[in-house]
């Protein structure tokens, strides 16, 4: 991945962190970005960016989040930016990311093992395994729960060995609003579901949808599943699947191909839509 030189592409990018983690999970990424020239901005959703020591003590801040309201947050970042960023989100950060270019935000995105976006019905086992102990209970919908270790190690960890799935738990899992999970869930059967994605938008910005081959909590059966639900819109709409990749494709080993390639293609597709990025003068 070459550095940024050319003054007509964007020269900001926005990274968005998914449920269970906040933006430190990006810190790979966002030094291997600003070291190439970029500015990059990785804040975690509302009421989850400060001490994560203290947010693991007491997440009653974050209970009830919901997704409008972290979308909310992000295109309040993005307006704030003199120009068209490209957006980049993981897991819940990734539909996060689909609905901002749906509402005429960023100059291209990438979702990375995104969670589903309404219209997906049939989600394989390992996704509902990772679920079913925060939907069995329908009290939850206004907690704020962490993963266990082992549950951490099966649903992002699973390319790791234990100890090396526990150290990645302990520097980045915190408890995650599991409202978002229940909206995620119940999306098909909510008609005004903030899930909801415009499959007909052809005036979008470029965006890129990347799946792990073996990944448990969006298997890329489902991300694939998303990409179709795109193909009648002629905004460039692709996919891309790492076969070798978990969820925790941010940091494993490997990491580096998953955000050179991310990067090269939001920067090349981004330049095919000049009227969102950068204008020379």
Same mark, same amino acid.
């Given at each position: 991945?070459?550095?940024?030189?050319?003054?007509?592409?964007?020269?900001?990018?926005?990274?968005?962190?998914?449920?269970?983690?906040?933006?430190?999970?990006?810190?790979?990424?966002?030094?291997?970005?600003?070291?190439?020239?970029?500015?990059?901005?990785?804040?975690?959703?509302?009421?989850?960016?400060?001490?994560?020591?203290?947010?693991?003590?007491?997440?009653?801040?974050?209970?009830?989040?919901?997704?409008?309201?972290?979308?909310?947050?992000?295109?309040?970042?993005?307006?704030?930016?003199?120009?068209?960023?490209?957006?980049?989100?993981?897991?819940?950060?990734?539909?996060?990311?689909?609905?901002?270019?749906?509402?005429?935000?960023?100059?291209?995105?990438?979702?990375?093992?995104?969670?589903?976006?309404?219209?997906?019905?049939?989600?394989?086992?390992?996704?509902?395994?990772?679920?079913?102990?925060?939907?069995?209970?329908?009290?939850?919908?206004?907690?704020?729960?962490?993963?266990? @270790? /082992?549950?951490? *190690? &099966?649903?992002? %960890?699973?390319?790791?060995? =234990? +100890?090396?799935?526990?150290?990645?738990?302990?520097?980045?899992?915190?408890?995650?609003?599991?409202?978002?999970?229940?909206?995620?869930?119940?999306?098909?059967?909510?008609?005004?579901?903030?899930?909801?994605?415009?499959?007909?938008?052809?005036?979008?910005?470029?965006?890129?949808?990347?799946?792990?081959?073996?990944?448990?909590?969006?298997?890329?059966?489902?991300?694939?599943?998303?990409?179709?639900?795109?193909?009648?819109?002629?905004?460039?709409?692709?996919?891309?699947?790492? @076969? /070798?990749?978990? *969820? &925790?494709?941010? %940091?494993?080993?490997?990491? =580096? +191909?998953?955000?050179?390639?991310?990067?090269?293609?939001?920067?090349?597709?981004?330049?095919?839509?000049?009227?969102?990025?950068?204008?020379?003068?």
């Amino acid at each position: 991945m070459s550095m940024r030189t050319d003054p007509t592409t964007p020269d900001t990018i926005v990274l968005i962190n998914g449920l269970w983690m906040t933006a430190l999970s990006w810190e790979h990424w966002a030094k291997r970005y600003s070291d190439r020239g970029y500015r990059v901005i990785a804040r975690s959703w509302p009421g989850m960016e400060g001490d994560i020591e203290e947010l693991r003590r007491d997440p009653s801040a974050i209970a009830g989040l919901g997704l409008s309201e972290i979308v909310d947050h992000y295109e309040g970042i993005i307006q704030d930016l003199e120009q068209p960023p490209i957006i980049m989100g993981h897991s819940f950060g990734g539909l996060i990311t689909q609905i901002l270019l749906d509402r005429g935000l960023g100059a291209a995105g990438v979702a990375i093992d995104p969670a589903p976006v309404k219209g997906i019905f049939v989600l394989p086992f390992s996704t509902l395994k990772v679920s079913f102990p925060v939907l069995r209970n329908p009290r939850n919908d206004q907690r704020a729960q962490a993963l266990t @270790p /082992e549950q951490f *190690h &099966y649903a992002f %960890g699973n390319n790791l060995s =234990e +100890e090396e799935s526990r150290t990645v738990y302990e520097r980045y899992a915190v408890p995650g609003p599991d409202h978002v999970l229940f909206q995620g869930a119940l999306a098909n059967f909510n008609p005004h579901s903030p899930t909801t994605g415009d499959f007909h938008n052809d005036e979008r910005a470029p965006w890129l949808l990347s799946a792990g081959g073996t990944d448990h909590i969006v298997p890329g059966s489902v991300t694939e599943a998303n990409f179709k639900l795109y193909r009648k819109s002629k905004a460039i709409t692709d996919y891309k699947e790492f @076969p /070798e990749r978990s *969820h &925790y494709t941010l %940091g494993e080993p490997g990491w =580096e +191909e998953v955000a050179d390639y991310a990067l090269t293609w939001a920067v090349e597709n981004a330049a095919a839509q000049p009227d969102r990025g950068l204008q020379t003068t």
